[in-house]
């Protein structure tokens, strides 16, 4: 890990199973087993995979919506260049 086990054991860590569990940052439900923190170790390889595979899917949104406004824009410009070339053969 990149922290040492007695970092997570400070006050401002430690987090408590009670009532006010899903207000507490991080957490958006109540907890689907009771157990104890004290018995819970993250793994950090599967959460790195989690947060790549989020920033990912982020990514391939944003390149699938900058190709759809490239096609956009490339049909745009290819009939304003039509229109230039049809007004510079009138002239």
Same mark, same amino acid.
């Given at each position: 890990?990149?922290?040492c ?15 006010? $569990? !899903?207000?507490? +940052? /991080?957490?958006?439900?109540? +907890? ?6 004290? &018995?819970?170790?993250?793994?950090e390889?599967h959460?790195?995979?989690r %947060?790549?595979?989020? *920033?990912?899917? /982020? ?6 919506? $900058?190709?759809? %406004? &490239?096609?956009?824009? !490339? ?7 039509? !229109?230039?070339?049809? *007004?510079?053969? *009138?002239?």
């Amino acid at each position: 890990m990149s922290r040492c086990y007695s970092y997570f054991l400070t006050t401002d860590m430690v987090r408590v199973v009670n009532a006010s $569990w !899903s207000k507490q +940052p /991080g957490c958006h439900s109540d +907890p689907l087993f009771a157990i104890s923190l004290d &018995n819970v170790i993250l793994d950090e390889l599967h959460l790195m995979l989690r %947060v790549t595979d989020r *920033l990912e899917e /982020g990514l391939i949104h944003d390149v699938l919506k $900058w190709d759809e %406004v &490239n096609k956009i824009m !490339s049909k745009l410009l290819v009939e304003y260049n039509y !229109s230039i070339t049809m *007004l510079k053969a *009138l002239i």
